[in-house]
């Protein structure tokens, strides 16, 4: 069983910075796809960022240039910062995992991960 722990969520204002942390137990990430997502309360889940076995990465258009994932292979850990937050980047971050090598291009849709962390919650104030 693979367990997914987020951390590093928090309240900002808008214009700061965060970075969130995905620690991944009983697993070795850095062979398969991971990626972030998020929800607003009251609409659909949205996938924001992937990263492939190969490490080469894929993002939302709506924070491209923003945000940025990485892994760290030796601590198991995968990473999301978020810079220049803004109030609808607001939501809950989930981090999540697959068994493929490859997130693949409907990645952004989540039905490629089969496991999903309890999420950290991101707040932006104006």
């Known amino acids: 069983q693979v367990h997914l722990v987020e951390s590093g969520g928090g309240s900002v204002q808008a214009g700061g910075s965060l970075r969130l942390s995905c620690a991944a137990s009983?697993?070795?990430?850095?062979?398969?796809?991971m990626g972030w997502f998020r929800q607003a309360p009251g609409k659909e889940r949205e996938g924001v960022a992937a990263?492939?076995?190969?490490?080469?990465?894929m993002y939302a258009e709506s924070v491209k240039g923003r945000f940025t994932i990485s892994q760290d292979n030796a601590k198991n850990t995968l990473y999301l910062q978020i810079n220049s937050l803004k109030p609808e980047d607001t939501a809950m971050y989930y981090c999540?995992?697959?068994?493929?090598?490859?997130?693949?291009?409907?990645?952004?849709?989540?039905?490629?991960?089969?496991?999903w962390g309890q999420g950290t919650q991101v707040t932006v104030s104006s």
């Open positions: 999540a995992a697959s068994s493929t090598w490859m997130c693949g291009t409907s990645w952004y849709a989540g039905g490629v991960f089969d496991y």
């Open positions: 990263i492939n076995r190969d490490g080469s990465s």
């Open positions: 009983k697993y070795t990430y850095s062979t398969y796809c």
